[in-house]
């Protein structure tokens, strides 16, 4: 049976790497990804790159995916208290699914209510928020805490790619 992932991006402004990198080590995994966002015209990146979108957020459902992936960046404050996003993940979560966040955006997942009593990182920026949502902040490049994984940025984004692959 095929593995599918839906990765959820900012529609201007997600981070470059955290897309692009586990995109390409999902397809190398012969894992199909679905870019998902806020619009269906093409997505465009911190750094100006553009790249389709499959679907629209509230059109996924979790029965469709083994995986989703928060994407980071400037952007992604779009979906920090969007209420979409917030179901899109406990949906994930309630059917035992992977929920995984990179750099800014696990603040998605605390929004959500999914990091109390979790282990979690996190760009910096975003301690205070994962703290206050009752998460355990440890400041690693990728954290693992039963079926949610969470990146620090960037510099994680192959690690925190491989990680997803090896639990899915």
């Known amino acids: 049976m095929n593995k599918r992932i839906a990765i ?15 995109k390409d080590i999902f397809e190398k995994s012969n894992i199909q990804v679905t870019t998902v966002s806020s619009h269906t015209t093409p997505a465009t990146s911190k750094f100006g790159k553009t790249t389709p979108v499959d679907c ?35 949906d994930f979560f309630q059917q035992k699914k992977l929920v995984t966040a990179i750099c800014i955006a696990p603040v998605i997942l605390a929004h959500a209510g999914l990091l109390q009593g979790k ?47 090896e639990f899915i």
């Open 56 to 90: 629209l957020l509230e059109d996924i459902k979790a029965s469709d995916f083994d995986a989703i992936v928060f994407v980071g960046g400037p952007g992604t404050h779009e979906y920090f208290k969007l209420e979409a996003a917030h179901t899109i993940a406990n």
């Open 8 to 22: 959820i991006i900012a529609h201007n402004g997600f981070r470059d790497e955290e897309y692009w990198a586990p």
């Open 119 to 165: 282990q979690a990182t996190v760009f910096p920026s975003g301690k205070e928020v994962l703290e206050k949502a009752g998460a355990t902040y440890t400041a690693a490049l990728v954290q693992k805490d039963e079926q949610i994984i969470t990146g620090s940025g960037p510099e994680a984004a192959e690690e925190f790619a491989q990680k997803i692959v």
